[in-house]
Each structure stands twice: as C-alpha cells, then as structure tokens.
C-alpha cells in the first residue's frame, strides 16, 4: 500500500522535531514496512549513527558538526564522514602529527582501542609505535611522512631521528648488512618488530645517507 504524501509529511516533520530516530520509531509514524521505511530514509539522505550499532538516524540538515566533523545528540555521535571505520581514517588523515588511541577516543567519544586492531591489516592507516606508545599515521604516504616528521620535531628530534629503541636496530642492521639493498633490508629488520613502517625506516636512511651501500673493493 502507497504511503500518502500527508503521512510523509508528518512523519518528516516528526523526524526533524526529534532529530535521531530509530527505524521502527520511522515505520510506526509511516505505517509501513521496514524495507519501505529504509527507502524513505535514501531518498531523504538520512545519515547513520556511528556508535549504537548504527542504529539512529538522522537528517542532513539537523547535524550540527564540529570542527572534527562530529556531531552529538543525546548521546548519539553522528560523522559527516559517514561509518565508523571512515571516520577514523578520517580523523588520522587529517590530523598534523597523527594520533594516539587515546586522542582518536576524545575526538569519537568512544574507546578506540576496541576496534583499531581489527583494521591494522586494512591499510586504514600506518601505525607506528613511538617511545612505546602506538600513533597512527595517514594511509597516504606522503601525508604520513608530514605528519611523522612534525610529530618528531614536537620531540626534539631533528628530520630523520628515531627514538635510540628503533635508531639502533636499524644501524646495526646496516652495520652488519653493508652490501644489502633497501628492500633486503627491510626484510631484515621486519623480524625485529620495530613498531615502524618501511617508509619510516627508509627515511630514516635516506636523511643519514646510508640508503644505498656498495661492497668494499
């Protein structure tokens, strides 16, 4: 059965005065089915909630994002990036210096650590582990050299420094591998669970020229 215009009406101008609303909150005011009622909310461009399960709804014109592209109604967190996963690569893309775990909690309002390692192999993101403390950096590599080398200087550190934990290692590996190319190298030092990405430690070479070495003749 149609739903009249009146009745869609109402429902949307109900749906406006509450701001979130569940789906069987929606079917109840329409009279209609669930999958009639998730058809409404496509052509209306409602968006999803990214806490609760995505169980709320919401109208694009009733958010109110903030500077991080959130918006919160009654405990319910809505993103202009749209799901969670989104609104995490999101956040950490746009971040200066990367962020920790505990830096994308404050900005989602919920525990990262709950999810952040069922992504590490989705390529979301590069997470590194600096003075003991994991940061996640853009996916893009060239945003992630950025955002690595200002995070470094907040330190102290100049352009191409490690923490001595991960700088030894890979000097070292150097040291003992002094004819090994860039790619033999890394594969060497990937057994030493540094907390660092390739591009990190190719970096890392790069800026003390020891990226490239030649057997002694």
């Known amino acids: 059965m149609a739903i009249s215009k009146d009745r869609i009406r109402t429902a949307r101008e109900a749906f406006c005065k509450a701001k979130v609303m569940l789906l069987n909150q929606l079917t109840a005011l329409l009279l209609c089915s669930r999958r009639s009622a998730q058809r409404r909310l496509a052509e209306w461009g409602a968006i999803t909630s ?4 995505s169980r709320y709804y919401a109208l694009p014109k009733a958010a ?3 500077d991080n592209g959130i ?3 009654e405990g319910v ?11 995490v690569s999101a956040l950490i893309d746009a971040s200066d210096k990367g ?4 830096e994308l909690s404050m900005r989602l309002h919920l525990n990262a650590n709950r999810f ?4 590490i192999d989705e390529k979301l993101f590069i997470r590194e582990r600096h003075e003991g403390v994991y940061r996640y950096f853009s996916a893009d590599l060239e945003q992630a050299r950025r955002q690595r080398q200002l995070f470094l200087a907040s330190l102290g550190h100049k352009p191409g420094d490690l923490p001595d934990a991960v700088a030894v290692p890979i000097l070292l590996a150097r040291l003992h591998h002094p004819t090994a190319n860039m790619g033999d190298l890394l594969r060497i030092l ?8 390739g591009e990190a430690i190719a970096d890392f070479l790069q800026f003390h020229g020891l990226a490239k070495k030649t057997a002694p003749h």
């Open 99 to 102: 962020l920790t775990a505990v």
């Open 50 to 53: 990214y806490n609760h399960n």
């Open 116 to 119: 952040l390692y069922q992504w």
């Open 190 to 197: 990937s057994s030493q669970n540094l907390g660092l990405t």
């Open 77 to 87: 967190f809505f993103s202009r990036a749209g799901t969670l996963k989104r609104t």
């Open 71 to 73: 918006w919160c109604c």
């Open 64 to 66: 109110q994002f903030d």
